[in-house]
């Protein structure tokens, strides 16, 4: 359904009850495609809609009011396309964002839509990755600013301390297919060794950005064996799949024709050759503007 069917009443959208539309899966830019992958994997009857906000990204250095604002476009442009259910696959926009949007705005943006983020998935289920009680969270600036890790873990498990660590290089390295070398090496090594030096009982590391999968086998390989390395983007799809199952007035309104489509907010062929290196295939997008709603 699209925007025009919805009824405009006293300046709230209300949506039809029984609107039927893709998943939508919001990103910064490329890095979402890994979270996307694992939701494909675990729900492949679903269909998917991503949005890629390239022309802003990266969002990791911004201020919580950009985030918030630029996440908030980017799922109102989602809604207006029919979806229901909106995923942040950004850990920086769930971070920063995703609160507000669901406290402030949902309210106004329809009774049947809703937003979920990346960091539920992840910090519900922590205790069962750690003997020692200490764990390492690594993500982006905006991330690890909002404390948003330690805020939700703390929530669940106040026996666990967490210990957290930005890494703003790993993204324009990820984004210039750095993976390998001297150069990638030296930054994973700097800020691996300052996390381990705040938390030296860490006995498990989360990958949160969306990035930080690609340089996952370099990550595994420069921490002492003792530590294991969580990749989140495999985390979600099992979480998502459990959360419809347990929500089927949500699930209702998810179509199921097997049918995953993307926009970017930028150049669509270059967004066509740099997403393949998150996604693993080939893919064809569509270029949006989300000023325009
Ligand atoms: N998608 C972002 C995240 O997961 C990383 C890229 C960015 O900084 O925009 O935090």
Redo the contacts with the bound molecule.
Sequence with gaps: MLVEEAILLNGLFLFKMNETGPIGVF???Y??LTVLKGLVKYLPEHDFLYLGDNAR????PRSFECIYEFTLQGVKHLFGQGCSLVVLA???ASSEALRTIQQKDLPYLGAYKRVLGVLRPTTESVLDYTQTKEIGIL??Y??IRSKSYLIEIKKFFPQIEVHQQACPMW?PLVENVELSGSGVVYFVDKYLKSLLQKGPNIDAIFLA???YPLLYNLIRGRVPKHINVYSQAEMVGPKLATYLSRHPEIDMKCLKNSKVSFMTTDDSENFECQAQLFYGQTLQAQQVNLDVQ
């Excluded at 990204?57 to 990791?60: I, L, M, N, Q």
């Design positions: 990103d910064s830019g890095g979402g990204a990266p969002y990791g950004c850990n920086t993500g982006t905006g991330t993204v950005c969306t990035h």
